[in-house]
C-alpha cells in the first residue's frame, strides 16, 4: 500500500525558517519523480518544488525560488522541502506528492497519482 507522510510543518514568524520531511512507502522511490504541492483557504492548490529521481534536476515556483530547497535521501525514501525566509503568503497545508503519469507538466496536480495528507505551515507577520 502506497503511504506519503508529511512532518515538519508548524508555526512561525516573518522571515523563520521549517523542514518538512515527507516518508515514502512506494515502490521504485528512487526513479519516482517527487513533489510538493501547497493549498491555501480557499485557493486552488498550487505547484511549490519538484526533483527528479536520481535528485538532479529540480524545479520550483517562482513564489518560492531562492527561499525553498527540495532534496531527497533515496536510502530513507524520504523527501524534503527547507523553507527559508518564510512569508504570511506561503501560509497554507503543504502536500507530498509522487508522480503517476509520465509527463513534463511536473506542476500539473493531475499528474501525481500518490498524495500525503498535508501538514499545515503557518507563518505570522
Known amino acids: 500500500q502506497v503511504q506519503l507522510v508529511e512532518s515538519g510543518g508548524g508555526l512561525v514568524h516573518t522571515g523563520g525558517s521549517l523542514r518538512l520531511s515527507c516518508a515514502a512507502s512506494?515502490?521504485?522511490?528512487?526513479?519516482?519523480?517527487m513533489a510538493w504541492f501547497r493549498q491555501a483557504p480557499g485557493k486552488e492548490r498550487e505547484f511549490v518544488a519538484a526533483?527528479?529521481?536520481?535528485?538532479?534536476?529540480?524545479y520550483y515556483a517562482d513564489s518560492v525560488k531562492g527561499r525553498f530547497t527540495i532534496s531527497r535521501d533515496n536510502a530513507k525514501n524520504t523527501v524534503y522541502l527547507q523553507m527559508n525566509s518564510l512569508k504570511p503568503e506561503d501560509t497554507a497545508v503543504y502536500f507530498c506528492?509522487?508522480?503517476?503519469?509520465?509527463?513534463?507538466?511536473?506542476?500539473?496536480?493531475?499528474?501525481?497519482?500518490?498524495w500525503g495528507q498535508g501538514t499545515q505551515v503557518t507563518v505570522s507577520s
Open positions: 512506494l515502490s521504485s522511490f528512487s526513479s519516482r519523480f
Open positions: 506528492a509522487a508522480r503517476f503519469v509520465y509527463s513534463d507538466s511536473y506542476y500539473d496536480p493531475r499528474i501525481y497519482g500518490y
Open positions: 526533483i527528479r529521481g536520481n535528485g538532479g534536476n529540480t
